[in-house]
């Protein structure tokens, strides 16, 4: 088993709808998450950044944090063509969380205008 | 330029050449760290420099792989003998090296076996 499980998709979905993405992990020491969103020949950028559990909200972005099921997502809202991209989870552990991060597999996303 | 530059964007080279990437990290960020993405593998750890600490080798694939960073700032991640397997998209980082500091990555050098 893969310390951290993201479904690659793709995924089509038609602009406006709301997005749920998700990936789970194995190791119970991970306490910072990450989503990264990467277009086709760019680097990741990062689009939220939580500490343990609960929820963060920015924008059309929430990320939501489940420790006790080791279970993260990321949702958008009102979804539009320019979402477009594979988006990774990474997270890590340690005490300032700048250890190497531990990333998914990405999924691939699509809106259709 | 803000962000963290890596170059060349794009290498092509021959089986058995050695090739030497560049990681021009966030001015004032004390973390560094390379990973490598390949189809099928997803974005995998390589090293990782603090500061003035001995870097975090773990995640280097062979002894074929080293890196240095010279003043705390630039990098070079150097290939010797490259083999078709090292075909892949280099992605460089950098971070605060504080706590809850996240890491901002480069565009990558694309590098191609032949």
């Known amino acids: 088993q893969k310390e951290v499980e993201q479904d690659p998709g793709p995924l089509s979905v038609p602009e406006g709808a709301i997005v749920s993405l998700n990936c789970t992990y194995s190791?119970?020491?991970?306490?910072?998450f990450m989503w990264y969103r990467q277009y086709s020949r760019k680097g990741p950028e990062l689009l939220m950044y939580?500490?343990?559990?609960g929820n963060k909200e920015d924008g059309r972005f929430t990320a939501q944090v489940d420790k006790s099921s080791k279970y993260i997502s990321l949702f958008i809202r009102d979804s539009q063509p320019s979402d477009s991209a594979t988006y990774l989870c990474?997270?890590?552990?340690?005490?300032?969380?700048?250890?190497?991060?531990?990333f998914g597999k990405g999924t691939r996303l699509s809106v259709i205008a | 330029g803000a962000g963290v530059s890596q170059s060349p964007s794009n290498k092509v080279t021959e089986k058995g050449k050695d090739v030497e990437l560049r990681c021009d990290p966030i001015?004032?960020?004390?973390?560094l760290y390379w990973y490598r993405q390949s189809l099928g593998q997803g974005l995998e750890f390589l090293i990782y420099?603090?500061?003035?600490?001995?870097?975090?080798k773990s995640g280097l694939p062979s002894d074929r792989f080293s890196a240095e960073r010279t003043g705390g700032s630039v990098s070079t991640l150097t290939i010797q003998r490259t083999q078709q397997e090292d075909s892949a998209v280099y992605l460089c980082?950098?971070?605060?090296?504080?706590?809850?500091?996240?890491?901002?990555f480069g565009d990558g050098t694309r590098l191609s076996i032949l």
């Open positions: 980082a950098s971070s605060l090296g504080h706590p809850n500091q996240p890491q901002h």
């Open positions: 190791n119970s020491a991970f306490q910072y």
């Open positions: 939580t500490y343990s559990s």
């Open positions: 990474a997270m890590t552990g340690g005490y300032s969380g700048n250890t190497p991060l531990v």
């Open positions: 001015s004032g960020h004390t973390a």
């Open positions: 420099f603090q500061g003035n600490s001995a870097p975090d």
